[in-house]
T-cell receptor, first 116, second 115 residues
Framework: DGGITQSPKYLFRKEGQNVTLSCEQNLNHDAMYWYRQDPGQGLRLIYYSQIVNDFQKGDIAEGYSVSREKKESFPLTVTSAQKNPTAFYLC???????????????FGEGSWLTVV | AQSVTQLDSHVSVSEGTPVLLRCNYSSSYSPSLFWYVQHPNKGLQLLLKYTSAATLVKGINGFEAEFKKSETSFHLTKPSAHMSDAAEYFCVVSGPLYNFNKFYFGSGTKLNVKP
């Protein structure tokens, strides 16, 4: 089945640690995204990538880093510089081109990160 | 500038009664518009999308939305609510043609369905 796979579903981080969230898609999409969602709040864009080896900061990039070495993969590292990382993280992708149906964004199942 | 406003943060209906979730957008171009549903601890699932074809768009699970350019609205409706519809709903607008990889999200509406 085609889709977006995020792992792990639940992750615990100690103070001062870096952690990496995995995101893999087999939809052959060019664009990929990371969003942060805090309880009871909407989505905020962390980083996005429109093509391999290129990515742009979103609205809340401080304390996060990404890479896009392969089309299928867009891992997110939450660094120790992110002071309040406890949140639900959503990876998404879109075809990255326009067709008769426009451009549409699709989401993975999300990952919970908790600081302990 | 593009923006999306979901007019209600919480909506409560009884099972079997109609659902109306309101969304207004601001855009300087003809956007694509979307509704997504999110169940607890899950990702967002696409319900329906409007891309300048028919103004009344039918989606999954009996939902539909009507694009009204004059009112800059894209309200989501369902004739009869089911308990399984309880979730959070997001209205989304796409970016302009020169930046179509951008998406703008509303703040969400939590739908509660009472038995």
């Amino acid at each position: 089945d085609g889709g977006i796979t995020q792992s792990p579903k639940y992750l615990f981080r100690k103070e001062g640690q870096n952690v990496t969230l995995s995101c893999e898609q087999n939809l052959n999409h060019d664009a990929m995204y990371w969003y942060r969602q805090d309880p009871g709040q909407g989505l905020r864009l962390i980083y996005y990538s429109q093509i391999v080896n290129d990515f742009q900061k979103g609205d809340i990039a401080e304390g996060y880093s990404v890479s896009r070495e392969k089309k299928e993969s867009f891992p997110l590292t939450v660094t120790s510089a992110q002071k309040n990382p406890t949140a639900f993280y959503l990876c998404a992708s879109s075809p990255g081109h326009l067709d008769s149906g426009g451009n549409t964004i699709y989401f993975g199942e999300g990952s919970w990160l908790t600081v302990v | 500038a593009q923006s999306v406003t979901q007019l209600d943060s919480h909506v409560s209906v009884s099972e079997g009664t109609p659902v109306l979730l309101r969304c207004n957008y601001s855009s300087s171009y003809s956007p694509s518009l979307f509704w997504y549903v999110q169940h607890p601890n899950k990702g967002l699932q696409l319900l329906l999308k409007y891309t300048s074809a028919a103004t009344l768009v039918k989606g999954i699970n009996g939902f539909e939305a009507e694009f009204k350019k004059s009112e800059t609205s894209f309200h989501l409706t369902k004739p009869s609510a089911h308990m399984s519809d309880a979730a959070e709903y997001f209205c989304v607008v796409s970016g302009p043609l020169y930046n179509f990889n951008k998406f703008y999200f509303g703040s969400g509406t939590k739908l509660n369905v009472k038995p």
